[in-house]
Each structure stands twice: as C-alpha cells, then as structure tokens.
C-alpha cells in the first residue's frame, strides 16, 4: 500500500515578526519620537549623564517599542553599555524591580528573597560603577513604592527611561522631594497610529513575517480598522490570522479569516493583562465583571469588603483608570450617576 505524504503549508516564515515584542530594525511613524529620545540620551555617548525621560500615551502606541529600539541605537555609539527592561506591573515591589535591575548587571545570582536584606539590594546598584547603566521602567505608575525612583536618580551612572499611559498617574502621590527631581523630565507624547499609519507597521511585519503575496493591502486596512489605533491589537489580529491560514493550508489570509479571529485576538490581549493585574486592581476587576453594571459607591463596599487591607478610595480610582485604560472597563454617566461595566 502506498503512503500519502502530506505537505503543510507554510505561510508563516519568521514567527517571531508576529509577536508584539518583536523590535524591528527599523520603525515608523515615530521618527520625532526617536529623535527626541535620542537626543535626551545623547549625553551617555560623551561620557556624561542623561536626564530622566517619560514616554507617556494610551496603550499600543508604541512607547515600548520605541525605548527599546532608540537604545540599541545608543549601543552602536557606547562601546560599554548596559540596559535592563522591566515591566514594573509585574516586578511592582521594591524588592523585585531591583532584583531585576541587578540582573541586568549580574549582580543578582546570589540573592534570596527570603535572606537577602532589601537594603543590600540598593546598595549593590550604588556600588555599580562600570559602564553607563540605561534602564527601561514601563508601566512605571504601578511601582508600589514610588520612593524608588528618588534612589535610582540619584545614582550617578543610571538613566532612567519612564513609561506610563499618563502623566498624572506618575507623578501622583509624589513626595515633594521627588517631585521635585522628576517634574522637569523631558516629556515625550505618543498618540495613537491612523489607519493608514497601522497598515504600513503590518506591511513591515508581512514582508518580514510572512510568504510574500499571503495579505493584500485591503485585508491589512480591515485589520487596522479593528485595531482602533492600538499596535499591539494589530499584530494580534495578524498574527492569529497568519496562523488560522497556514493551518488551513490557505495561500492567502482573507477577509472571512480576518473577521474570525477578532475576537479570540482581543481576548488573548485582555488575558494576558488581566495576568499582570495586581490582587487589589483583580478585586475590582472581579466585582464589576461578576455584577456586570455597578456604582462607585457600591463598587468600593464589596471590594473592602473581599480585600483584606483595602487602598483609600482615591488609590482605587487610579485602579479603576488603569484598567479602562487597558479597555477592561469602560465607564458610563457621570458624578453620581457614573456607573463602571467590564467591555466585551
């Protein structure tokens, strides 16, 4: 008897221009951005200290990406140079966001979380004195002790690159101490792409991701469309488009494939931050989808009640802003008659 072999297309080439961590080598529509970044770490190619920078905007509109990308762009010109990223979302405690600073200088190997004295993990960072250190904060209005950021200025040869959704968010329930330090910080603004903007970042990702000839430009408008702005929902779409079709065998990712895996694409992106979500912002999150429509008042009953140290009315509204940010939530009415519901 004779067997069949079967072959399974390949459409996709390079899975790794599909995820949304991926840096290109180069970017667009951010080239006032990158230059204004550039610019403000310009100082570590002479030998000096760049000042503090906050890359603030609403969520896929590529501040990640940018920071990332501007400092590999700064290694080309530092013979020594050393960088860390971390997500202050999910490292928010002291101790685990200097955990991973003193990783991204090998200093950490030797540290226990259960012995090592916390103050020995900043004295460590201050004892640093090899090359230039960069470190990315993102999501840095999640730190749970802000204080942080006043010893991590303070050390000579660090730069600090910030990124938060909002300005206020960062700077509120600052120490004057701080404050002071942090206001002046060069401030760069990112928008959110057009249509037009979020097609050309997918072609880059086609070209570079895909068979050539698997999407045409009108299929990457409708996935911009459903992406409203936001990058990361873009690629997502792509991404789970590109492999839908290449499961199917299909040479081609159409319309009706597109339209398919909208949803599961939005809802693999709200997981994944629904995974970053602190106990506190989980509980509110929890409340509002259990109930489906809720008041603020009622709101903040049965969360005191379900947490076992509940945050000051004020420290919840800055929760319930980050997850509509993150289109979690989305609110209705206003003053009294505001009411929070969870998004679809």
């Known amino acids: ?92 405690t002291r101790f685990k966001t200097l955990h991973r600073l003193l990783e991204g200088i090998n200093k950490a190997f030797d540290i226990h979380r259960q012995s090592t004295p916390k103050d020995e993990l ?8 090899d090359a230039p250190y960069v470190v990315i904060l993102d999501e840095v ?30 700077f509120a329930d600052l120490d004057e101490r701080l404050n002071s330090r ?7 603004k990112f928008g959110r792409y057009s249509l037009d903007q979020l097609v050309t970042i997918l072609e880059d990702r086609v070209r570079w991701g895909v068979e050539p000839d698997a999407i045409g430009t009108e299929q990457l408008e409708l996935i911009a469309d459903h ?33 398919d895996v909208v949803s599961e694409a939005k809802s693999e992106i709200r997981q994944k931050t629904t995974d970053k979500l602190t106990e506190h912002q989980q509980a509110l999150y929890d ?14 009953e049965q969360y005191c009640s379900a947490v076992d140290d509940p945050k000051t009315q004020r420290m919840v509204r800055n929760h319930l ?18 009411t929070y519901q969870p998004c679809t």
């Open 1 to 92: 008897m004779c067997s069949v072999v079967v072959i399974e297309s390949c459409m996709i080439t390079d899975a790794r221009v599909l995820q949304p961590e991926f840096v290109p080598g180069d970017v667009k529509h951010r080239t006032n951005e990158v230059s204004h970044l550039s610019d403000t770490l310009r100082p570590i190619t002479e030998g000096g200290h760049a000042e503090t920078s906050l890359l603030y905007g609403p969520s896929g509109a590529g501040k990640t990406c940018i920071a990332r990308y501007t400092i590999e762009e700064l290694r080309e010109h530092v013979v020594a140079l050393d960088h860390q990223y971390v997500n202050c979302w999910e490292d928010h």
């Open 122 to 129: 900043l004295a460590r960072l201050r004892d640093y004195d």
């Open 141 to 170: 209005d999640q730190l749970e002790d802000k204080s942080l950021l006043y010893d991590l200025y303070r050390i000579s040869n660090l730069t600090m690159v910030l990124i938060a959704n909002r300005t206020e968010d960062v």
């Open 182 to 188: 942090l206001q002046p910080c060069t401030r760069i």
């Open 227 to 259: 992406a409203a702005g936001d990058a990361r929902i873009a690629i997502g779409i792509f991404r789970n488009a590109a492999r839908v079709a290449q499961q199917n065998s299909h040479t081609q990712i159409t319309a009706d494939v597109i339209e």
């Open 287 to 300: 409340i509002i989808t259990d109930t489906g429509e809720i008041s603020p008042g009622d709101l903040y």
């Open 321 to 338: 802003s980050k997850l509509e940010q993150y289109n979690l939530i989305s609110t209705s009415g206003a003053t009294k008659a505001r």
